[in-house]
């Protein structure tokens, strides 16, 4: 996919005009981004400097309505962790993000 890849203008087309993410307290960078743009610059472009190694891979996905759960395995800094990202779809393209990942893990393999 468009993450995966690295092709962030192709990842932006995927999101609405009104767009918000929440990242959990405890993460780097970690807030609630307003639109594509803020996400990617103030969250996303940060990852290379932090995890030079993260790796998100699908386990499963979940979906319920409009809302769809991805169950994933994150590795990074060394770390391996599992967690679980919501996003609500409106209109063909994602109106919300959530992630709800161990940030404990995430914040030990960012110090090691």
Request: glycine share 10%; proline share 4%.
């Amino acid at each position: 996919g468009a993450f995966a890849s690295g092709d962030m203008n192709k990842m932006a087309s995927l999101f609405s005009e009104d767009w918000v993410g929440v990242v959990p307290e405890g993460m780097p960078n970690a807030g609630t981004f307003h639109g594509a743009g803020e996400f990617i610059q103030n969250f996303l472009s940060h990852f290379p400097k932090v995890w030079p190694d993260f790796n998100l891979e699908p386990i499963a996905i979940y979906e319920s309505g409009n809302t769809v759960f991805l169950h994933h395995k994150i590795t990074a800094g060394g770390k391996t962790t599992e967690g679980i990202h919501m996003l609500v779809i409106e209109n063909g393209k994602c109106k919300s993000w959530r992630a709800f990942d161990d940030t404990a893990a995430l914040i030990s393999a960012d110090q090691s």
